[in-house]
């Protein structure tokens, strides 16, 4: 029975020696109060007695939302500086034995560099370039904190506090500069308006043009078509002219006419032209066919 009893304060003794570390956590142990090593991820056991876990340390990144820090700036303005630190321990026994209190010691550091980074800088740069301004004191306290087994991921200025005699001019300022990008962006908009204007007027002289143009080719047209549509009609009329005049020689020919015929038509042409002749030459071939003389007879008869 007695031995049962021991059985089970050894097997509760050494259950309560077991400790079972987390992959986020890192213990530290020391043997017989000196440094013996770290204890990571898995189940390990304390050795009783002997051992001894001296500090349990997160490997998650941390968040330290200091409290806001006075710097005076390089043009003398008295500014508070709200500030928030991302850090993470990688160096578990650097960070337990190379510095006392070491959160307190990293809210001195951040105070000190921002009043060195800030200090070179006047108001209108650090408000303008913040974002470097938070890269080069990340920087700065990133290379401090390493000797305490600490990195440093980011460094934001949350806030910065300005005095109320300044924060009333830079809003007087910035009500300045929103009226001047007004009247600039009103006086663009009239401009572009003006533009446009004229560019439609010159779109509109330009369409009025062609159009004229476009009329005048068209009357152009239409007068060239009328010229040769007469100009084809004569043509058409002159030659039905010949025509008929060779149809009425060809029917002359064909009927034979009498030597009578001839000479009484002969007469006919003879007598139009005397009306308007004062000389009359008579063709051989009608001569041949009647003298003169009666010719000349038979015209005065008419």
Known sequence: MLLFILT????????????????????????????????????????????????KISLKEQVNDFTPQPVLTRDNIMIEIDSVLYFQIVEPKLYTYEIEKPISALENLTATTLRNIIGELELDNLLSSRESVNKKIKLVLDEAAKPWGIKINRMELKNIILPEDIKEALEKEMKAERKKRELIFLAEGEKKSRILKAEGEKISTILEAEAKMRELVLIAEAEKEALFIKAEGEAEYLVKIEKAKADAIKKLNSAEPSKEVLILRSIESFEKLSHTASKIIIPNEVSQLFSPKEMLKEIKDK
Do not use: N
């Open 8 to 55: 089970i304060i050894s097997i509760v003794f050494i259950l309560l020696r077991v400790r079972i570390v987390s992959q986020s956590q890192a213990y530290i142990i020391e043997r017989f109060g000196s440094y013996k090593y770290t204890w990571t991820v898995g189940i390990k056991f304390l050795i009783p007695f002997s051992d001894k876990i001296i500090q």
